[in-house]
């Protein structure tokens, strides 16, 4: 007696015309660009024209395929990538040599040295262990779990890189969220915790030099064009008040718009301490991570401070301590194959496209083209929209870059409107510190997307009214706050 199988027809997935319409209209966007006529040259202030050269449109093209590719993802964000560098390749725009080294520049490498430390923070428990310690503090409330979490995010990017402090709290965080909810499924409380570390993370980066790359950048750039030399306390005076009223406002935005689910996690406090205890002491693996982990920060923030450590780059001395996780057997190949490469392969991306919009020039004309149209402006009018003009590019290319392109032609203009350079530099940094619109805009962006918590159209969604917060904010420091604090907001026109 024998038996058959009755196969079952095959279930046909259904064509997903959304995304066939996305997909084509970023080609579409491409083609448009690219192959229209050569479009008006800038023209700042002093008269100097800045043409629009075929590579530089052939930018403009490439960025508008990929911001529309990755806002609704029509292919992984990482492919979204790759596509960058090869239309680079394909129409000349750049050198291939040049459009794919960036996917290997060392701010890629420090965001994969950055991933690797959150790793291991997971594996060797340290990351259970700090959440078990937190949650017992806090206790069972979700909004002050939320606070908390966000606190310390803040705090940690007073001494460390907003990246590193990034991928320090995702392990963090997913360990908190688990306590939450066991559903696999995106909750409020998930897309506001890690959108929001991924936020205030920007936020606490304006606020000292050790935050970011930027500031010290900027500073310099500032003494160079000026002849003023602002400090670092100048810095944390100014912007500390900014930084941390912008976490108290992010956290009310979104216990608003993303009100966790449930009030408070009733017995929380009393299971994190539980479990807190039945951790025991601290293993071989964590102390040894532990103590590699602080030797790299500690390096890093003292090479900003130690004038003998600056020849050492930031870059190299983190990769030191990802070589170091394997030579002790706290990683091994299984891990490195578990990577999060779509993540590393977005910012390579961002990178490529960013250096692509600067060197082709296509920045500059797009900077001195919108800086114009406010050279007869109210002075608040000007810095705003200068400073607009940053958050925008800040979230498509380099934030050093999009400060770097705006500030000459804003300062050219700013004495003519009577506006004091140094709210012109102040201003720039504050918004190129928070790229709330789009994932590559900052590598804490791509760090809390790997939770799966919200798509790309979510974080845009959010990150347009949080933008619009943060612009609502710096206009009230612009014309209240830093000029109560001693800053030269106005000055006498020329």
């Known amino acids: 007696m024998s038996a058959t199988v009755q196969e079952l027809p095959e279930t046909k997935t259904p064509f997903d015309w959304k995304r066939a319409l996305f997909l084509l209209l970023g080609l579409a966007l491409f083609a448009i660009i690219y192959y229209c006529p050569a479009w008006p040259d800038a023209i ?231 479990m807190y205890k039945e951790l025991g002491g601290m293993t071989r693996n964590e102390i040894t991570a532990a103590i590699i982990i602080c030797i790299a920060v500690v390096m890093i923030a003292l090479k900003s401070l130690l004038p003998a450590l600056d020849v050492l780059d930031k870059t190299g001395i983190l990769l030191c301590s990802t070589i170091a996780f394997f030579v002790f057997n706290i990683l091994n190949i299984e891990d490195l194959e578990e990577i999060p490469w779509n993540i590393v392969l977005l910012f390579a991306g961002a990178m490529s496209i960013g250096f692509c919009l600067w060197q082709t020039g296509a920045a500059k004309w797009l900077a001195v083209n919108w800086l114009v149209l406010f050279q007869q402006a109210p002075a608040v009018v000007f810095i705003l929209g200068m400073a607009f003009f940053v958050l925008v590019m800040t979230n498509f290319i380099m934030n050093v870059a999009a400060i770097a392109i705006s500030l000459p032609v804003a300062l050219v203009i700013a004495p003519y409107l009577g506006v004091g350079p140094q709210v012109i530099l102040f201003s720039a940094l504050a918004t190129a510190g928070m790229p709330f619109i789009l994932l590559i805009g900052a590598a804490p962006n791509a760090i809390a997307y790997n939770s799966k918590q919200f798509t790309t159209g979510e974080f845009l969604k959010y990150g347009v009214m949080a933008s619009l917060i943060l612009m609502v904010v710096l206009w009230g420091f612009v014309a209240f706050v830093w000029p109560m604090m001693g800053m030269e907001v106005f000055a006498a026109a020329q």
């Open 44 to 274: 700042d202030p002093k008269g100097e024209h800045f043409v629009l050269t075929k590579q530089a449109k052939g930018a403009l093209a490439v960025f508008a395929v990929a911001a529309t590719w990755w806002i609704f993802e029509v292919v992984p964000i990482g492919v979204t990538s790759l596509l960058i560098g090869t239309l680079q390749a394909l129409f000349l725009i750049r050198k291939p040599a040049e459009a794919f080294k960036d996917f290997m520049d060392p701010s890629v490498l420090f965001i994969f040295g950055s991933v690797v430390i959150g790793m291991v923070f997971t594996k060797t428990g340290l990351t259970r262990r700090i959440a078990y310690k937190m949650l017992s503090i806090i206790g069972e409330k979700t909004s002050l779990i939320m606070l908390g979490c966000f606190l310390m995010t803040v705090a940690l990017t007073h001494v460390m890189a907003h990246t590193a402090v990034a991928a320090t709290m995702f392990p963090l965080l997913m360990a908190i969220y688990a306590m939450y909810t066991t559903d696999t499924k995106p909750t409020k409380f998930g897309k506001a915790m890690f959108i929001g570390m991924a936020y205030v993370a920007g936020a606490g980066s304006i606020i000292t030099l050790l935050g970011s790359a930027r500031a010290a950048v900027a500073l310099a750039f500032y003494k160079d064009m000026t002849g003023m030399e602002l400090t670092p306390m100048d810095l944390t005076y100014y912007m500390a008040p900014l930084g941390w009223i912008m976490t108290f406002i992010l956290w009310g935005f979104f216990m608003v718009f993303l009100k966790p689910e449930k009030d408070r996690i009733p017995g929380l406090k009393e299971k994190a301490t539980r």
